[in-house]
Nanobody
Framework: VQLQASGGGLVQAGGSLKLSCAAS????????MGWFRQAPGKEREFAAT????????????DYADSVKGRFTISRDNAKNTVYLQMNSLKPEDTAVYYC????????????????WGQGTQVTVSS
């Protein structure tokens, strides 16, 4: 599986961005997908995940407490794409955002993906 993330940029605090991650492969719908982020000088951390889905969209979701209520992860299996809608952005959301696929997820936000995409930079100015 190859993953290509896009949609990052510079936004003011309180603004919104929508990240996209396009995946290769015919079995996209069978993969759990997720987003992680890495701020300067910090370790990569989990942000959101969505389970596989038999339909065009859907799947159960889970979020890190730091983004819950502000970020929404979704998927479009017809387009082999997962999204991360980010609202009410804060300067502390500034990070490189990575999409991920497959792997193992343990309830409680422990997600260990098999595949990683390249990152996309999100910068939130105060």
């Amino acid at each position: 599986v190859q993953l290509q993330a896009s949609g990052g940029g510079l936004v003011q605090a309180g603004g919104s961005l929508k990240l996209s991650c396009a995946a290769s492969g015919r079995t996209f719908s069978k993969y759990r997908m997720g987003w992680f982020r890495q701020a300067p000088g910090k370790e990569r951390e989990f942000a959101a995940t969505i389970s596989w889905s038999g339909g065009r969209s859907g799947g159960s979701t889970d979020y890190a407490d730091s983004v819950k209520g502000r970020f929404t992860i979704s998927r479009d299996n017809a387009k082999n794409t997962v999204y991360l809608q980010m609202n009410s952005l804060k300067p502390e959301d500034t990070a490189v955002y990575y999409c991920a696929a497959g792997g193992t997820y343990y309830s409680g936000m422990s997600y260990f993906p098999d595949y990683w995409g390249q990152g996309t930079q999100v910068t939130v100015s105060s």
